[in-house]
């Protein structure tokens, strides 16, 4: 089983930046790629950025140019910064880790618990 661990959500105004933290720990033997998607009340979760093992990134329109994904692979952790940010950038932001147990296994997917990011007008 493999645990991811949020940290870095809070309350920031309209323009302020956060930055979040997401480590993976427990039984890893490579981890394909990580990602952060965010979920508002009454809607669906939707993918916000995304990095590979091999560094390349993704990210959803809305937020290209203003959030910066990174990892950190020795540590197996990922980062998302936010830059100015909009009050639509509220929501609860979920970490994500395509892993493998073992050499020439199949993925697998874990979700970390949410932080919560207010950013207020």
């Known amino acids: 089983q493999v645990q991811l661990v949020e940290s870095g959500g809070g309350l920031v105004q309209a323009g302020g930046s956060l930055r979040l933290s997401c480590a993976a720990s427990?039984?890893?033997?490579?981890?394909?790629?990580m990602g952060w998607y965010r979920q508002v009340p009454g809607k669906q979760r939707e993918l916000v950025a995304g990095?590979?093992?091999?560094?390349?990134?993704n990210y959803a329109d809305s937020v290209k140019g203003r959030f910066t994904i990174s990892r950190d692979g020795a540590k197996n952790t990922v980062y998302l910064q936010m830059n100015s940010l909009k009050p639509e950038d509220t929501a609860v932001y979920y970490c994500?880790?395509?892993?493998?147990?073992?050499?020439?296994?199949?993925?697998?997917?874990?979700w970390g618990q949410g932080t919560q990011v207010t950013v207020s007008s």
């Open positions: 994500n880790a395509n892993y493998a147990v073992a050499p020439n296994s199949d993925g697998r997917v874990s």
């Open positions: 427990g039984s890893i033997f490579s981890i394909n790629a």
């Open positions: 990095i590979t093992s091999g560094g390349s990134t």
